[in-house]
């Protein structure tokens, strides 16, 4: 079942904070999170995989609930650089597969 | 160093024609797949390979066969092509099965289809 993603678009200034969610009906085994820029293929920014885990690089981050049912990605301080299409992909148990979310679309503007 | 290279980059041609798509990854993994990213940019698995061997066939339509000759090569050859074969379709690896949900994968940069 594909996981939610919301916002569907967001639209920031440079130097301003995102947040991007992204939901499932099932207690999930892993999230990722990928970027896509226009025209490019996805890169990996980061996986988790315990609940109330939260980890991060540079100045992108994750979190992952509890339940193990949402995860947010947390932009901070946006840069032009972060332009692109965000998608999570949730694994659940028992099948090893990763399932993609509708994509969260972001536009930094200077 | 590319570590997932496909060919071709774009691929034209109209409908009812046979064409295939290659995957070549140098990363040592054992695991590949294909997805289609359509239109609306939902990203969605065909399949996957681990060392060779079949093991995520989705709903797919049985035009599209995939083949992997040894484990760094996987690809797709699609008969009779569709109109709504239309489509980027990325070719990705990871290091080993079940780790497909613990560990990155890794894309190709994308062939885009356009069937006329």
Request: glycine share 10%; charged share 15%.
């Given at each position: 079942q594909q996981?939610?993603?919301?916002?569907?678009?967001?639209i920031l200034r440079e130097g301003e904070d995102a947040v991007i969610n992204c939901?499932?009906?099932k207690a999930l085994y892993s999230v990722h999170w990928y970027r896509q820029k226009h025209g490019e293929a996805p890169v990996f920014l980061m996986i988790l995989l315990k609940g109330g885990e939260q980890?991060?690089?540079?100045?992108?981050?994750?979190?992952?609930?509890?339940?193990?049912?949402?995860?947010?990605?947390?932009?901070t301080a946006s840069q032009?650089?972060?332009?692109?299409?965000?998608?999570?992909?949730?694994?659940?148990?028992?099948?090893?597969?990763?399932?993609?979310?509708t994509g969260t679309r972001l536009t930094i503007i200077p | 160093d590319t570590a997932v290279s496909q060919t071709p980059k774009y691929l034209v041609t109209q409908m009812g024609n046979d064409k295939s798509i290659k995957c070549e990854?140098?990363?040592?993994?054992?695991?590949?797949y294909w997805y289609k990213q359509d239109s609306k940019k939902f990203l969605k698995i065909m399949f996957s390979y681990n060392n060779k061997e079949l093991i995520i066939n989705e709903t797919v339509p049985n035009r599209f066969s995939p083949k992997s000759p040894d484990k760094a090569h996987l690809n797709l050859h699609i008969n009779s092509l569709e109109l709504g074969d239309s489509a980027v379709y990325f070719c990705a690896s990871s290091q080993e099965w079940g780790g497909s949900t613990y560990n990155e994968q890794f894309f190709g940069p994308g062939t885009r289809l356009t069937v006329l």
């Open positions: 996981p939610v993603q919301s916002p569907q678009a967001v939901s499932s009906s980890k991060g690089h540079e100045k992108i981050s994750a979190s992952f609930n509890e339940k193990k049912q949402q995860s947010s990605l947390y932009l032009l650089s972060y332009s692109g299409t965000y998608f999570c992909g949730t694994a659940i148990f028992g099948n090893e597969k990763l399932t993609f979310g | 990854q140098n990363l040592g993994h054992d695991t590949m």
